[in-house]
């Protein structure tokens, strides 16, 4: 009966001798890690080393260190191997499964037990791949006859202790023999890593020795090739020099030759300058005659411009109406009949009093297709009297939606007196200027709403009151606290023109849209000096847009229309007044006629600018301002007097 045994965990492993040989691993291993090249060059001249006595087993197999072993050096991983393969346990095996052995074979496996593995393979390195020692071939066994018997390999029993402590004995001794022979070629590398740390300074003296010497060859060069190009550079300087020296020479020749005959223009010239100079004192001394006579003829050309503007009256009445617009084209027009540039005749064509006629004479009419620079050209005489030192006033007078504003200020295509009236301003003072009158033009800007002062400039400002100049003027008067510009040039004027017109009163009636509820009032004043004849005359232009009247039947504003109609009618008092030269005349019943009694009465020339509407609807309005206006043109008035004053500055300073 078979029966199958445990497996033996008792038996002690065979213990290996490695010691040695692990710390001479360690020792190979570090030299061949610092190695940073294999020395194979020089091996072959290196003296032999002290060889140990062989045993007699390697005696016996004639092993002998091979060239090939000491031309190369081992790696850690080879020396690893050797130690790993010193302590294999080959005791380490699993449990068998195997049936018990028949009685039959018994001679057959103890043959096998009894016979010792050749070991005929040995591990070998070249270069980084190992050769694992081949395991010895077994014997099968033979018969009598010669031929082979076919055995299976059997494995050893557990319970045969024998057997496997043989063959463990023989595994021991094979190893063993691989170890010495290991330890042999060990002993024969121990004298490599000193030579290889003395051939591999060697190495670095010579690696570094080479780089000193290259860089040293190649400053060298670099300091050729920089000498070279120095070289070539001074040889080209060289030769431009050169050429440049030859022709500076023929420069410095004909220059020689240029001075010579520079030299006798020069003594002609040095004649004609003395000559040029007399002529120029000359000249000089008729310039300064030519100036006075200027100056005189400038004088006399006011003069005469004066009489001018007097003998046309020195207040002016034109008449304007304005044309339908295209959201009127459905409304009845009134008739209209221009007799001539001075002339009109208006016709009702209401059915009450269909074909009542009635003629007026002004200074000027414009029919409606007039355009804005036709009108202007007919103030420019005014402006004209203002630079030459007097007193001017232009206002619009008319209802409500007649143009006034639009005759006034225009339109951005179409400009109006104002803005032209700037233009021309300070054209003028540049042409002045080429004959010795320097200007100074001082711009304020008053509004008056319902009889009450506001500064366009400054809405807040307060006590705006109306004063007069002095005692003995009757008629001079001015604003206090009222702002005071002062501007150099027409963009100037402009903006506050601008900043003015955004502060005014506006408000919506039936006769416009947009329709001025207050007077707008733009004083500028004009002072010319003339330093050379120690001349001043000031000059002011009053530009007034009178508010639209508008009959309170249709009014929506009750308070602003009284106001609005109650200063308009004490302008046409004030005016009949002196139409009819009472003793008199009530100027201080309006802030209007207070604020315009210099350009009314006093010493002033005056254009009254009269707009109608064309229409059949404000025919009875159209028809007062026409006979209120053609009143205006009858009044005669007194010569005015120029505003001439002494340049006591400019006395002074002289």
């Given at each position: 009966?078979?029966?199958?045994?445990?497996?033996?965990?008792?038996?002690?492993?065979?213990?290996?001798?490695?010691?040695?040989?692990?710390?001479?691993?360690?020792?190979?291993?570090?030299?061949?890690?610092?190695?940073?090249?294999?020395?194979?060059?020089?091996?072959?001249?290196?003296?032999?080393?002290?060889?140990?006595?062989?045993?007699?087993?390697?005696?016996?197999?004639?092993?002998?260190?091979?060239?090939?072993?000491?031309?190369?050096?081992?790696?850690?991983?080879?020396?690893?191997?050797?130690?790993?393969?010193?302590?294999?346990?080959?005791?380490?095996?699993?449990?068998?499964?195997?049936?018990?052995?028949?009685?039959?074979?018994?001679?057959?496996?103890?043959?096998?037990?009894?016979?010792?593995?050749?070991?005929?393979?040995?591990?070998?390195?070249?270069?980084?791949?190992?050769?694992?020692?081949?395991?010895?071939?077994?014997?099968?066994?033979?018969?009598?006859?010669?031929?082979?018997?076919?055995?299976?390999?059997?494995?050893?029993?557990?319970?045969?202790?024998?057997?496997?402590?043989?063959?463990?004995?023989?595994?021991?001794?094979?190893?063993?023999?691989?170890?010495?022979?290991?330890?042999?070629?060990?002993?024969?590398?121990?004298?490599?890593?000193?030579?290889?740390?003395?051939?591999?300074?060697?190495?670095?003296?010579?690696?570094?020795?080479?780089?000193?010497?290259?860089?040293?060859?190649?400053?060298?060069?670099?300091?050729?090739?920089?000498?070279?190009?120095?070289?070539?550079?001074?040889?080209?300087?060289?030769?431009?020099?050169?050429?440049?020296?030859?022709?500076i020479t023929a420069t410095c020749q004909a220059a020689q030759e240029n001075e010579k005959k520079l030299q006798g223009e020069v003594d002609e010239l040095t004649e004609e300058n003395k000559w040029l100079k007399d002529e120029g004192n000359a000249m000089r001394e008729e310039l300064n005659v030519c100036k006075d006579q200027l100056f005189a003829s400038v004088m006399e050309r006011k003069d005469l411009h004066n009489q001018m503007m007097d003998l046309r009256g020195n207040i002016r009445v034109f008449c304007r109406v304005r044309p339908a617009l295209e959201c009127e084209t459905e409304r009845i027009l009134c008739g209209w009949r221009y007799i001539d540039e001075a002339s009109l005749e208006i016709t009702s064509m209401d059915p009450k009093n269909k074909g009542q006629r009635t003629e007026f004479s002004f200074d000027q009419v414009f029919h409606p297709l007039t355009s804005q620079t036709d009108v202007f050209e007919n103030v420019t005489p005014l402006i004209q009297s203002a630079l030459d030192g007097y007193n001017v006033c232009i206002f619009a007078y008319g209802q409500t939606g007649s143009g006034k504003t639009f005759t006034m200020e225009g339109t951005e295509g179409q400009l109006g007196v104002i803005p032209r009236t700037v233009d021309l301003l300070f054209d003028s003072v540049k042409n002045y200027k080429r004959i010795g009158w320097e200007y100074e033009i001082r711009a304020t800007f008053l509004e008056i709403y319902n009889e009450v002062l506001y500064d366009l400039l400054n809405p807040e400002a307060n006590d705006l009151e109306i004063r007069m100049v002095s005692a003995s003027s009757k008629t001079d008067v001015y604003v206090s606290n009222i702002t005071e510009k002062i501007v150099e040039n027409g963009q100037q004027l402009r903006a506050l023109m601008d900043a003015a017109k955004r502060n005014r009163a506006t408000a919506c009636t039936v006769g416009n849209e947009r329709s001025s509820r207050s007077h707008a009032i733009t004083r500028l004043q004009l002072i010319g000096v003339h330093e050379g004849k120690q001349e001043k005359c000031v000059g002011t232009v009053n530009l007034v847009d009178l508010a639209g009247s508008e009959s309170p039947k249709t009014s929506t504003r009750m308070e602003e229309t009284k106001k609005i109609n109650r200063s308009l009618s004490e302008l046409t008092n004030v005016i009949m007044a002196i139409l009819n030269k009472q003793e008199h005349v009530p100027y201080r019943n309006s802030k209007l006629t207070h604020l315009l009694m210099p350009a009314l009465g006093g010493n002033s020339k005056t254009l009254m600018v009269i707009n109608v509407s064309p229409l059949q609807d404000c025919y009875g309005e159209s028809l007062k301002s026409l006979r209120f206006a053609a009143s205006v043109n009858s009044i005669k008035m007194t010569r005015v007097r120029k505003n001439r004053y002494l340049n006591n500055v400019a006395t002074t300073s002289a």
């Open positions: 009966m078979n029966r199958r045994l445990d497996k033996p965990s008792g038996i002690p492993k065979p213990a290996l001798k490695t010691a040695g040989f692990t710390a001479s691993a360690k020792t190979i291993a570090k030299t061949v890690s610092d190695a940073k090249m294999p020395l194979t060059r020089d091996l072959a001249n290196l003296p032999a080393p002290r060889r140990r006595a062989l045993s007699p087993d390697l005696q016996s197999r004639k092993v002998a260190p091979s060239r090939t072993n000491l031309r190369r050096s081992r790696s850690f991983n080879d020396i690893r191997d050797i130690g790993v393969m010193s302590r294999v346990n080959p005791l380490k095996r699993t449990a068998p499964t195997m049936p018990s052995i028949p009685a039959k074979r018994v001679a057959t496996s103890v043959q096998l037990r009894t016979a010792k593995p050749a070991v005929t393979g040995t591990a070998t390195t070249t270069g980084q791949t190992t050769t694992k020692p081949k395991p010895a071939a077994v014997k099968k066994p033979v018969t009598s006859s010669g031929a082979v018997t076919k055995v299976g390999a059997k494995k050893i029993p557990p319970y045969d202790y024998k057997a496997r402590y043989g063959a463990l004995l023989e595994k021991h001794n094979a190893l063993k023999e691989k170890f010495d022979e290991h330890k042999e070629q060990l002993v024969h590398l121990e004298g490599l890593p000193e030579q290889y740390e003395e051939s591999q300074a060697e190495v670095q003296r010579l690696q570094l020795e080479l780089a000193a010497t290259k860089t040293h060859y190649e400053c060298l060069e670099k300091e050729t090739k920089i000498s070279a190009e120095k070289i070539q550079k001074l040889t080209s300087q060289l030769e431009s020099t050169a050429a440049q020296l030859e022709k």
